[in-house]
């Protein structure tokens, strides 16, 4: 056991070696194939295995490597070197590495295929690995042929990006780009050919004799870097490599500062996966020139900010950053959203309300910068732009005092009440009214008639505001103003909060919806959904008028699709399943839940902090000295004798509640019996009275002949 333990890198290279023979020469039948899939599944993960258990990575267990196959195409030498340095052995030193690997410690010399066949040692991965300035004859993955064709093309770029090609003329900067933007498409478009074009960067970046021509290499590995991640199967192939390049690195600085740049982006990528769009020439020359790029994201109040952003920045990012321009510090339910305003009468011949539609935080600002400059936006009749605004509002957001945090919730929260989604009584209309105008314009505006009329207008809703004739709104408004004049701004605008808080569906996060199922048959073809911590609330878009909600105790199940979004919900105690179309579906889940968990968290605040509280209050009374021992003692019998009466008492009301829901249950079953039986007896005597009826016209016709006759 000893000597296998000694001997682990070289059972492993052997092991893995013979795996390797075996995946070239063993080439299955149509009757064996079934048996090759599951026999090579198994020696991979064996190879997997050792790599684990042992700590040594080799070469030749890189089975997606066509080795045999770029030795068979290759015509001319190529320069070897060691891919062992990128699996770096736990248990064993750097130095005992590379001795093992090469007895002499130095490079060996390029062989070429006529060597290797006359019996001098194969090529390898390792040597694959190594930079070339030549193009390649195959692809150096396992690629089908069409795919291995477009990895020469892509070596043959590569080659030319870099200044290797030779007789090449060295690009210009348009050319460049170009270059790079072809790259970046066939990985962008192709799966199967982004750990190719990840391999053959490895390639040109590994023993590169010009610094130049390294520095370019790295310049494009962190743009691909910054596009698209590896595969699963190679991301700890390239991290484990970029890595060890940056920490022995020894190079130029532009060189370092490009390895330094590839490994925060592949840890991006990796996390935000690939672009959705191809980067834009725009977009990768302000890469290669460390430029910003800008855009404009709106507020509701339709003030605006610019943010900077590169290929790589990201929602979450962008909204970090929008956060410290505006100086806000409680930003955590802050972020970004797609407007969607429809402009086009002929295509939304109905004024519909805008539509935002929350962006994920892992989504690059790119993508979503270049899909709303895309024209099918302007085709399909809609208007789009970047919002700031909160996800959602929380009970734990009364506890922040911060005062942009609370402007940017009152203007959320004023642009909800006036889009109609809180439908309130006059007296409150007024007093909103009479608080947005103070919080507005300060005290004194009554001295201008018009524009204090102009104020009330504009801040109650069109379908309120003509329940009264206009002098009678002047004078409600107008003495409700009057009596805020020693209040602040601020404080007008923390009373219109909190009037909305004290609203059945205030503070609540509203979506536009289509109804699909509804077992009741109440709801209208379109409709709003307003989300808060009380439960779902339902709503008519045009005229806005609310119609239903639903409490969170009563929502049994909810879930959703790309395309939609279900309720399992209790109405008038009987189970119904509703359902919408949206695109929000996930968002309207996220915010049910989070309003849940916040429920939950805050129960369970309050058992924790009681249970602190009685073990405070028996610390104490343990702490006041044997004196007060036997009275405590009694205390406790006379307090255990009376909470066994509650508790007594307690089941006997839950006794006589069951019993009175029994009864309710049975004399509505009772019920539904009697009214089953009269409904019987009514066809009975119904039918009994058509039946009479029949007879008589019998009888009168029969009379009548017996009259003739």
Not at 42 to 48: D, G, K, M, N, S
Not at 373 to 398: A, N
Not at 508 to 529: K, M, N, Q, S, Y
Not at 681 to 693: F, H, T, V
Request: glycine share 4%; aromatic share 8%.
């Amino acid at each position: 056991m000893q000597s296998i333990r000694h001997h682990r890198p070289r059972y492993s290279a052997v092991c893995c070696k013979s795996v390797q023979l075996l995946a070239a020469v063993w080439q299955p039948s149509a009757t064996s194939a079934g048996w090759h899939a599951i026999i090579m599944h198994r020696l991979e993960h064996v190879c997997a295995v050792l790599r684990r258990e042992w700590g040594f990575g080799c070469a030749h267990c890189l089975l997606p490597f066509q080795v045999d196959s770029f030795l068979k195409a290759q015509q001319r030498t190529t320069a070897s070197g060691k891919l062992t340095a990128l699996f770096k052995s736990k248990m064993l030193s750097r130095n005992s590495m590379s001795a093992a690997a090469s007895p002499a410690g130095s490079v060996t010399a390029a062989r070429s295929p006529a060597s290797s066949a006359g019996g001098a040692t194969p090529l390898t991965a390792d040597d694959m690995l190594q930079w070339y300035n030549e193009p390649i004859p195959t692809s150096l993955l396992r690629l089908a042929p069409e795919h291995a064709s477009r990895a020469v093309k892509m070596f043959a770029g590569i080659l030319r990006y870099c200044g290797d090609a030779a007789g090449a003329e060295q690009q210009s900067q348009a050319q460049a780009i170009e270059t790079a933007q072809k790259l970046l498409h066939q990985g962008l478009k192709r799966s199967e050919l982004r750990d190719e074009l990840y391999m053959q960067l490895v390639k040109q970046t590994r023993g590169n004799p010009t610094s130049a021509s390294r520095a370019k290499a790295w310049g494009l590995f962190h743009l691909v870097a910054a596009a698209m991640p590896p595969s699963k199967d190679f991301t700890g192939l390239i991290s484990e490599y970029v890595h060890s390049i940056l920490q022995d690195m020894d190079d130029s600085e532009e060189a370092k500062e490009a390895v330094a740049a590839t490994w925060a982006a592949l840890k991006r990528c990796t996390k935000c996966g690939p672009r959705r769009t191809l980067p834009s020439v725009e977009e990768i020359q302000a890469h290669m020139s460390g430029a910003k790029l800008t855009t404009i994201v709106f507020f509701l109040d339709e003030t605006f900010e610019e943010v900077a952003y590169d290929i790589t920045t990201s929602v979450a990012e962008a909204v970090e950053q929008l956060a410290g321009l505006i100086r806000l510090q409680n930003f955590q339910t802050f972020t970004l959203y797609e407007a969607v305003r429809p402009v086009n009468p002929k295509l939304n011949p109905e004024p519909l309300p805008d539509e935002h539609l929350l962006l994920d935080e892992h989504r690059y600002m790119a993508d979503i910068v270049a899909e709303l400059r895309h024209p099918r936006v302007v085709r399909e009749g809609c208007q789009s732009r970047l919002l700031f605004k909160k996800r959602m509002f929380r009970e734990t957001d009364e506890a922040i005092t911060e005062p942009q945090f609370i402007n940017l919730s009152y203007v959320q929260a004023q642009h909800d009440y006036l889009a109609g989604n809180y439908p309130v009584v006059r007296e409150d209309a007024a007093q909103m009214a009479a608080l947005q105008t103070h919080a507005e314009f300060g005290y004194g505006l009554e001295q201008d008639p018009e524009g204090f009329m102009a104020a009330i207008e504009r801040f109650i809703t069109r379908q309120v505001v003509m329940t009264r004739p206009r002098e009678e709104w002047r004078a409600d408004v107008a003495a409700r103003y009057k009596a805020l004049a020693q209040h602040s701004k601020e404080e007008a605008r923390t009373q219109f909060m909190r009037i909305l808080r004290t609203l059945p569906y205030g503070n609540a996060t509203f979506f536009a919806v289509r109804r699909i199922e509804d077992p009741i048959g109440l709801l209208p073809p379109r409709l709003i959904l307003g989300i808060n911590k009380r439960g779902v609330h339902f709503f008519r878009p045009v005229p806005k008028e609310y119609l239903h909600s639903a409490e969170l105790r009563d929502i049994m199940q909810f879930g959703s699709s790309s395309q939609a979004v279900f309720f399992k919900m209790r109405v008038a105690g009987v189970l119904h399943i509703f359902q919408f179309e949206t695109r929000q579906g996930e968002d309207i889940c996220m915010a049910l839940q989070t309003h849940i968990n916040d429920i939950m968290m805050k129960r369970y605040s309050k058992v924790k902090a009681a249970s602190e509280a009685k073990q405070s209050s028996d610390a104490a009374g343990a702490a006041a000295g044997s004196g007060a021992v036997g009275g405590t003692a009694a205390y406790n019998a006379k307090m255990d004798e009376h909470l066994k009466e509650q508790q007594q008492l307690l089941e006997q009301a839950q006794a006589a509640l069951a019993a009175a829901q029994q009864a309710e249950s049975q004399a509505r079953v009772e019920n539904e019996s009697l009214l089953s039986e009269l409904r019987d007896l009514k066809e009975m005597m119904a039918a009994e009275a058509a039946s009479r009826e029949a007879l008589q016209d019998q009888l009168d016709a029969s009379s009548k002949q017996l009259g003739e006759m």
